[in-house]
């Protein structure tokens, strides 16, 4: 979710009105498919349906990506730590989910990267993914740590898929505590997976893997049949 890639000049420029994207396949090596469209409810949800996502730096056009392989984590096979389930049986440690929303995103974007300079959640992403968390697509798991606010992650929820997006801690391990519980939540509500999009050495060690695109691609169908969980989840 956080890794900077380099940028070449991709295959597919969208100059459709409609949320109308190649096949994900066709993306170059670095996994860039198409620049263009906007980030409407219509595309970023049907982008998601198509194994895709948007990330781009303040400035650029819209750039949608498909990266081979794909980094996934099955929420019943995240790894805990016996520190964290030292955390998770701590009762000053708690788990909400959707009670802050704008404040998780604004900490992810506010949040800083190794050896990045500036954030890709910019303004008109943060926009973007605050209305779909009004019309109840992405979601916000939080940490608190005597019922303040020190860590969370946010994504989007389609069929039995959550799409995690950004995360960001203000307390050793609130992070990993708020991705832990949600997979919990998700692994009850039947979810088959957490696309993580690209790895990273921190989400490795909770047991996300990598997956080849064409099998992640064939999961993503699978789970597009379920129903989605629409609305504020409690």
């Known amino acids: 979710m956080e890794t900077v890639l380099s940028l070449t000049v991709p295959v597919y420029r969208l100059i459709s009105s409609e949320p109308l994207f190649p096949d994900p396949e066709d993306a170059n090596e670095e996994g860039l498919l ?32 498909s990266p081979d392989p794909r980094f996934i984590l099955y929420p019943g096979e995240v790894y ?9 049986r701590n009762e000053r440690w708690s788990f909400t989910i959707d009670r802050d929303f704008d404040t998780v995103i604004d900490k992810c974007a506010e949040a800083p990267r190794k050896g ?20 109840g697509i992405a979601h916000s798991a939080e940490a608190r740590l005597d019922g303040v606010l020190v860590g969370g992650l946010y ?11 950004s995360m960001y801690t203000d307390v050793s ?62």
């Open 155 to 165: 994504g989007v929820s389609i069929g039995a898929a959550f799409f995690g997006e």
């Open 80 to 88: 805990i730590s016996k520190s964290m389930r030292s955390k998770l």
């Open 34 to 65: 198409a620049i263009g469209g906007a980030l409407t409810e219509d595309w970023l949800l049907s982008a998601y349906q198509n194994g895709i996502f948007p990330w781009f730096s303040e400035g650029d056009p819209v750039m949608w990506w």
């Open 116 to 135: 990045q300079d500036g954030t890709w959640i910019t303004d008109e992403m943060r926009a973007a993914y605050k209305r779909l968390h009004r019309i």
């Open 173 to 234: 391990d609130a992070s990993k505590y708020a991705l832990i519980n949600l997979c919990k939540y998700l692994e009850s509500h039947h979810f088959e997976f957490v696309d993580c999009q690209i790895h990273s050495n921190h989400l490795e060690q909770m047991g996300a893997e990598l997956m080849p695109r064409v099998r992640f691609l064939e999961m993503l169908d699978d789970a597009m049949e379920a129903e989605t969980r629409q609305g504020i989840w409690k």
